[in-house]
T-cell receptor, first 114, second 114 residues
Framework: GDSVTQMEGPVTLSEEAFLTINCTYTATGYPSLFWYVQYPGEGLQLLLKATKADDKGSNKGFEATYRKETTSFHLEKGSVQVSDSAVYFCALSDQGSGYSTLTFGKGTMLLVSP | GAVVSQHPSWVICKSGTSVKIECRSLDFQATTMFWYRQFPKQSLMLMATSNEGSKATYEQGVEKDKFLINHASLTLSTLTVTSAHPEDSSFYIC??????????FGPGTRLTVT
């Protein structure tokens, strides 16, 4: 079955540091890939997505590139802010079931200090 | 656009009672709604998928009689936790899908059973 593996956290960075959160996947077919962010006590917000190989999703300074050859979708940001502290979930969507079932990774907590 | 609300955002109930959580798509018609459960510092676990006007499809291991899901209209789905017990305490998140593709998430409901 489909699965998503992301690096364990917490990831602790100082403000303005470079961020990478690794995400790899296994799936049949050609899934769409997503990064979601969850702030404390809140639901999930879509951060960015990519629907086919070599697509780059970007939003709010974050970006991730759909790499089919390495089955990866690593999240990067050049300069993090304290307000970026949250839990980040990598996910894939396989429409083989006829609707958009999402498979989530376990989440990576990011803590950014001033 | 694509806003999903949940009500209540937080509920406390006594053991043995039932509690209903509402999920509404505010500005679109959702053909499919999903219910997730999230334990502290863990990923989202899909509980069930519901299509408007039909019975929900539950994931393996989720008790159908315990977690009643109704999707009466294209903008409303409800999750009723029946005879709640402390182990049902969790964060419940719904999402809604347009045309079976991208999911839009609600802000979540924190249930505490005393």
């Amino acid at each position: 079955g489909d699965s998503v593996t992301q690096m364990e956290g917490p990831v602790t960075l100082s403000e303005e540091a470079f961020l990478t959160i690794n995400c790899t996947y296994t799936a049949t077919g050609y899934p769409s890939l997503f990064w979601y962010v969850q702030y404390p006590g809140e639901g999930l917000q879509l951060l960015l997505k990519a629907t086919k190989a070599d697509d780059k999703g970007s939003n709010k300074g974050f970006e991730a590139t759909y790499r089919k050859e390495t089955t990866s979708f690593h999240l990067e940001k050049g300069s993090v802010q304290v307000s970026d502290s949250a839990v980040y979930f990598c996910a894939l969507s396989d429409q083989g079931s006829g609707y958009s079932t999402l498979t989530f990774g376990k989440g990576t907590m990011l803590l950014v200090s001033p | 656009g694509a806003v999903v609300s949940q009500h209540p955002s937080w509920v406390i109930c006594k053991s043995g009672t039932s509690v209903k959580i509402e999920c509404r798509s505010l500005d679109f018609q959702a053909t499919t709604m999903f219910w997730y459960r999230q334990f502290p510092k863990q990923s989202l676990m899909l509980m069930a998928t519901s299509n408007e006007g039909s019975k929900a499809t539950y994931e393996q291991g989720v008790e159908k009689d315990k977690f009643l899901i109704n999707h009466a209209s294209l903008t409303l789905s409800t999750l009723t936790v029946t005879s709640a017990h402390p182990e049902d305490s969790s964060f419940y998140i719904c999402s809604a899908s347009i045309r079976g593709y991208e999911q839009y998430f609600g802000p979540g409901t924190r249930l505490t059973v005393t």
